[in-house]
């Protein structure tokens, strides 16, 4: 059995940082494979991965949840096929729900290790209503407070309470019987995605599931892909960003920037924009992809 863990939690809360400042660091020793699943056609966080991890998978465009259900399954059969990985990561995106890529995992002889839900301590009031960003917490066994630098002591102690009764609310259970399908949650704080060794230790092996729940995949969001024409003015792309509508909860891409000799990773999700690594290998051209409720107003590009 392939050991496998499962990433998830709302956009932008850290899950590639979390790969990429953790289980990177616990891994380094081993064969790891990492899936990754994005919102949108255009994957930017398999490209952050591959500077880290020699076997990367990109499964873009749509939800691994729905519409990318029997692509996940086939990639993951290859996968083990052609790497025969010692662990396995799975990011789901941050749009989807993992109780089915828990089954896929399992249906396909993976032990599940854990199942980690990142969440964004700084913004989870602005996505709390949000119905996957629930369903992602009470999949989970695992739950890491997030970007933990940006809130303080009482706030953190409040979600951390609140965070626990969203889990007793939402948490996983078999349809016929009731019975939870995990008995407890462990809640770690983080800084940059920064947990402790025993999160990937294996004391938070799921036992085998035997039945789904239903599917409640509500989530509706709608992406724009932006070029640039390059290179870009750092200033210029700052202010860009920061003028986005409310409605544009995040976006990402790889840019190169002026007097900067390689792309660089952009982010910004709830109102935060920070350049992140460089991504020496990238070719294409600069993109920005934006990521909003339904039906946002188009975004001019005056870059
Ligand atoms: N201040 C602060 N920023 C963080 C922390 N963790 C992550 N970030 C930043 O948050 C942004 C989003 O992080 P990602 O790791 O890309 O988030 P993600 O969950 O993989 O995003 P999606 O794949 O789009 O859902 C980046 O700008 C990170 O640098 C943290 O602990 N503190």
């Known amino acids: 059995m392939t050991p496998a863990y499962v990433i998830t939690g709302f956009l932008g809360s850290g899950k590639t940082t979390l790969l990429l400042n953790s289980a990177k660091e616990y891994f380094r020793d081993k064969k790891v494979a990492v899936i990754v699943n994005e919102f949108g056609e255009v994957g930017v966080d398999g490209k ?10 990109e499964l873009p465009e749509g939800c691994i949840c729905c519409t990318l259900h029997a692509e996940f399954e086939k990639g993951l059969a290859q996968i083990r096929a052609d790497y025969n990985p010692e662990v396995l990561f799975v990011e789901t995106s941050g749009a989807s729900e993992p109780f089915p890529v828990m089954m896929s995992l399992q249906n396909l002889g993976c032990s599940i290790e854990a199942v980690i839900c990142v969440v964004d301590s700084k913004n989870f009031h602005k996505y709390r209503e949000n119905p996957t960003a629930l369903h992602q ?71 085998e599931l035997i039945d789904i729940p239903s599917h409640a995949h509500e989530l509706k969001l709608s992406q724009e892909v932006l070029l640039l024409e390059e290179p870009v003015n ?17 976006a990402k891409g790889i840019v190169r920037l002026e007097h900067s000799p390689n792309p660089v990773l952009v982010n910004y999700s709830f109102g935060l924009f920070e350049i992140g690594t460089e991504v020496p290998d990238f070719r294409g051209r600069s993109f920005l992809i934006l990521i909003g409720e339904p039906g946002h107003k188009k975004v001019e590009l005056n870059l």
């Not at 952050?48 to 998978?57: E, G, T």
């Not at 940006?150 to 102690?157: G, H, I, P």
């Not at 309470?161 to 019987?177: S, V």
């Open 48 to 57: 952050v991965l591959q500077n880290a991890y020699s076997k990367v998978m």
């Open 137 to 207: 917490i009470g999949s989970s066994n695992v739950i890491v407070l997030n970007k933990a630098d940006l809130v303080d002591e009482e706030e953190l102690k409040n979600l951390e309470g609140e965070i626990r009764d969203l889990w007793e609310r939402y948490k996983l259970k078999n349809l016929f019987t009731g019975e939870e399908i995990f008995k407890r949650v462990a809640v770690y704080r983080a800084v940059y995605g920064k947990v402790p060794p025993e999160v990937f230790s294996g004391s938070y092996t799921m036992k």
């Open 234 to 250: 750092y200033e210029e792309l700052e202010k860009f960003i920061n003028s986005l509508p409310e409605t544009i909860v995040r």
